[in-house]
């Protein structure tokens, strides 16, 4: 008898793993806070035997090397990694017992292409496939993005993922699981995962890896590719040092005067309750970026990095969940933290600041008018499938660097859908701008009236 439970990481777009039998099992890409994977071990009654890494992350920080030192795990990883720490190399074709009872196993596959070390594993019962852990290699309808490692790589490591996945497809039955790390959300990802799950048989079918021959692939593929986000380049070398074991003791608390000191320190103060609440009111100069939405991601892209951050919280809860997924991302200890509301936050005299919020429909009533300024800050890729006529152009990961580039007026900003847009009225507000938040799904502008015309038929004008 086998299991293989899941460990998301939805904020990030990821998951591990912990897969085995009736006393010991694997970790698959543990997340930095290794509890997680301490608890689901827990809860099946198994030890850690093995703890195993599919390549040197670029999106997040590992916690390979801390579950391995508290467990006396096996610490498996690729050999092509450079790393500085004491691991276990694996090599293609290594094989690992997982539970001798459950006659479970793990076969090393080299699978390169998201990086040159790329390698999946394979679980095996009785010496049938099961599962196939695939890391950034194939993943739920498309693969791992080819260029996170140097760009003079990409188009050699593309050409590499569409081998590594014939190679997967043709050394595995239909049947097998198919259990990727990235493709959740995850900006490691080249495309959109379609659906929660699938299997070696289904991709044959859908992957463009496994469907179109390897020029239209690469060619495809390269020309998809998004934006990177800033922070991964301190992942990778982080990761390959070996990360010092995470600390989610609670931060010191900041009153008002701390608050008000840091901000005019230049720090970061970083409000983390939902995007309604924040409009209504809010410690003027601090930016918002919701608890409940790609935290990590997106703070983690837009922070100066190595820059305090000082967590403003509704509840402890909220606190304690936004700084584990910080950790993940290597923003390891907030400066300081406070929880409640403005009126706990702000020194006796203060007023909480505030922004109206609206929906397309309430900007078709004032678009195209003067001094009205419609701010879209999504990425390329979004904008090429449709932007709102007379709009300016300036994604959220570079607009707090760019925010002398927004026209004079009132900026109606926004997004897809809401969150970014209030993380970008959040540093407008800052900056002392007049601004609307545009709380609403980019597929109702055109519905509300508002002229949307396509990259293709911005071209052809």
């Excluded at 920080?61 to 610490?75: F, H, K």
Aim: charged share 25%; with cysteine.
């Amino acid at each position: 008898m086998f299991f293989v439970d899941t460990i998301e990481l939805a904020g990030l777009g990821n998951r591990s793993y912990l897969a085995g039998g009736g006393r010991t099992a694997v970790a698959v890409d543990p997340p930095r806070d290794v509890d997680r994977v301490l608890a689901a071990a827990t809860r099946r009654g198994v030890r850690v035997a093995y703890v195993v890494e599919t390549h040197v992350h670029n999106d997040y920080v590992s916690g390979g090397l801390e579950l391995a030192r508290l467990t006396g795990a096996d610490y498996l990883v690729p050999e092509g990694a450079r790393v500085s720490f004491a691991r276990t190399p694996v090599r293609d074709g290594d094989t690992v017992t997982v539970d001798e009872d459950a006659r479970l196993t793990l076969h090393a596959l080299a699978t390169p292409g998201h990086t040159p070390h790329h390698t999946s594993y394979v679980l095996r019962e009785a010496g049938t496939a099961l599962a196939a852990f695939t890391g950034g290699s194939l993943l739920i309808g498309t693969v791992g993005r080819p260029d996170l490692v140097e760009p003079r790589l990409t188009e050699g490591l593309a050409r590499a993922q569409h081998a590594s996945a014939h190679r997967l497809a043709e050394a595995l039955p239909d049947a097998t699981a198919v259990l990727p790390t990235h493709g959740f959300g995850s900006f490691c990802s080249s495309g959109q995962a379609e659906g929660d799950s699938t299997t070696i048989g289904r991709e044959r079918v859908v992957n463009d890896a496994l469907t179109r021959d390897v020029d239209a692939f690469v060619a495809d593929l390269l020309a998809g590719l998004d934006d990177i986000p800033a922070y991964y380049t301190h992942m990778g070398p982080a990761n390959a040092a070996g990360p010092e074991p995470v600390d989610l003791t609670p931060p010191a608390v900041a009153d008002p005067d701390e608050i008000a000191a840091r901000l005019a320190a230049g720090e970061w103060v970083v409000d983390l309750r939902n995007r309604v609440a924040f409009a209504e009111g809010h410690v003027t100069g601090s930016f918002n970026f919701e608890a409940e939405g790609k935290l990590a991601t997106y703070l983690a892209w837009l922070v100066p990095w190595g820059r305090p951050v000082t967590l403003l919280a509704g509840t402890a809860a909220q606190l304690a969940d936004a700084q584990r997924e910080l950790a993940r991302v290597g923003i390891d200890r907030p400066a300081a933290a406070a929880t409640g509301g403005p009126s706990a936050w702000l020194r006796p005299g203060e007023e909480p600041a505030s922004f109206p919020r609206a929906t397309f429909a309430d900007l078709a009533e004032r678009h195209p008018a003067k001094g009205v300024v419609v701010l879209d800050v999504r990425r390329d890729s979004e904008r090429a499938g449709g932007f709102v006529e007379k709009s300016v152009h300036i994604p959220v990961h570079e607009l707090h660097r760019r925010t002398g580039e927004v026209p004079d007026g009132q900026v109606w900003v926004h997004c897809a859908g809401g969150m970014r847009a209030a993380v970008a009225a959040s540093l407008l507000d800052a900056a002392g701008r007049d601004v609307v938040a545009v709380d609403d799904g980019f597929e109702s502008a055109e519905k509300a009236g508002l002229t949307v015309r396509t990259a293709r038929e911005e071209r052809c004008r």
